[in-house]
């Protein structure tokens, strides 16, 4: 697995295996899917608890993945304006990319803890999973995010050599 040398050991290895979490969601997630279309076609019989863990399972895909799309400089990237700038504005232009998605971190991060402050009392319809746990992914996904993005931002050895929004190597 690829790693980007501005991303400290241990964070590398948290965002690999969310991802690693990730893809075993997926794997879990095809044969919910194909179980309950076995049991409706076979059987006559719906399943909601095989619902619920695909909605689970779709949720966790998403965001354990973002941490290692981030850590390889696969996320989304907009580099039209910033190929434009010299070297110190793709620099100055990648210090604001950083504090927004620290904000937008934030964000989510405090709208999760309002929702679950409220909603984490209660537990999902089929199967009785906690709600705190049910969002658990995002949960990490974003905060290990956050914890990426911090320490490109206020790393030195990896702030003066970052890439700008191009591909790495590019």
Same mark, same amino acid.
């Given at each position: 697995?690829?790693?980007?040398?501005?991303?400290?050991?241990?964070?590398?290895?948290? %965002? *690999?295996?969310?991802?690693?979490?990730?893809?075993? /969601?997926? +794997?879990?997630?095809?044969? /919910?899917?194909?179980?309950?279309?076995?049991?409706?076609?076979?059987?006559?019989?719906?399943?909601?608890?095989?619902?619920?863990? *695909?909605?689970?399972?779709?949720?966790?895909?998403?965001?354990?993945?973002?941490?290692?799309?981030?850590?390889?400089?696969?996320?989304?990237?907009?580099?039209?304006?910033?190929?434009?700038?010299?070297?110190?504005?793709? !620099?100055?232009?990648?210090?604001?990319?950083?504090?927004? @998605?620290?904000?937008?971190?934030?964000?989510? +991060?405090? %709208?999760? =803890?309002?929702?679950?402050?409220?909603?984490?009392?209660?537990? &999902?319809?089929? /199967?009785?999973?906690?709600?705190?746990?049910? =969002?658990?992914? %995002?949960?990490?996904?974003?905060?290990?995010?956050?914890?990426? &993005?911090?320490?490109?931002?206020? @790393?030195? @050895? &990896? !702030?003066?050599? !970052? *890439? &700008?929004?191009?591909?790495?190597?590019?």
């Amino acid at each position: 697995m690829p790693r980007n040398p501005r991303v400290n050991a241990p964070l590398a290895w948290a %965002a *690999s295996a969310t991802l690693y979490l990730g893809l075993g /969601l997926l +794997l879990f997630l095809a044969f /919910l899917v194909v179980l309950q279309v076995a049991c409706r076609n076979v059987f006559d019989l719906g399943i909601p608890w095989a619902d619920e863990l *695909s909605r689970f399972c779709g949720l966790g895909l998403v965001f354990l993945a973002v941490p290692h799309l981030l850590v390889n400089d696969k996320h989304i990237a907009m580099d039209l304006f910033a190929n434009l700038l010299p070297r110190g504005g793709q !620099r100055a232009l990648a210090v604001v990319r950083d504090v927004a @998605s620290l904000a937008f971190c934030g964000i989510i +991060l405090w %709208a999760l =803890y309002a929702f679950l402050k409220r909603a984490g009392k209660f537990a &999902t319809p089929a /199967l009785g999973i906690p709600n705190l746990l049910f =969002y658990a992914p %995002a949960i990490l996904g974003f905060v290990l995010f956050a914890a990426i &993005t911090l320490y490109w931002l206020f @790393s030195p @050895s &990896t !702030r003066i050599g !970052r *890439s &700008t929004f191009t591909e790495p190597g590019g």
